[in-house]
């Protein structure tokens, strides 16, 4: 009986993989609009933020169903619907971009960029620690600095010369030359 309880539904398949779906896109589209950094650059306050809504939205995903059954069913769903969405982002570049958004220039010929670092929720010493773990003591030795994407900061060395190529796309030939 007990065995019963804790894998059979008490809520409708459906109507988890439903909750479950709008939990999902509720949540991107609230990190996105709130601008909540990616993994690479996440405070403790982003991290203990993710905690906390993945304990407040449990409920929301699953109704009453306490079941392990349940509980698997919503893992499932979440799983399914970021490989879809993955996929259709990956094939519809300007869903990528609203939804990921775009690299941000932060630094660039000895300028600080202090809009865009604002924009960013960052700050210039996060910033230039990303500089010392690229090696880089001084600002000086620094083309640019860019916040990718998946969070990270890419580090442009000074001594690296800059070109267009022919489809006005950048490219970074190491040494100047």
């Keep these: 009986m007990v065995l019963l309880e804790v894998w ?3 809520a409708p398949l459906g109507e988890i993989v439903l ?3 709008l939990v999902y896109v509720a949540i991107v589209v609230g990190m996105r609009v709130t601008g909540a950094r990616q993994l690479g650059q996440m405070t ?6 993710i905690l906390l809504i993945a304990n407040a939205v449990q409920n929301a995903m699953v109704g009453p ?3 392990v059954l349940g509980g698997i069913v919503a893992a499932g769903t979440l799983l399914v619907v970021n490989r879809v969405a993955t996929s259709v982002t990956e094939r519809i570049p300007l869903l990528r971009r609203a939804l990921e958004g775009e690299p941000v220039l932060l630094f660039e010929d000895g ?3 202090d809009d865009h670092i604002r924009r960013a929720a960052l700050s210039r010493e ?8 690229h090696g880089f003591a001084d600002e000086s030795e620094v083309h640019s600095a860019v916040l990718e994407v998946d969070g990270t900061i890419s580090i442009v ?3 690296a010369r800059v070109v267009r190529t022919r489809h006005r796309v950048r490219a970074v030939r190491p040494g100047g030359n």
């Design 44 to 49: 403790p306050f982003d991290l203990v933020l």
């Design 8 to 10: 059979g539904l008490q």
């Design 65 to 67: 169903d306490t079941t």
């Design 157 to 159: 060395p000074a001594s």
């Design 111 to 113: 300028r600080w960029l």
């Design 126 to 133: 996060l910033v230039r620690q990303a500089m010392r773990e």
């Design 19 to 21: 909750r479950s779906t």
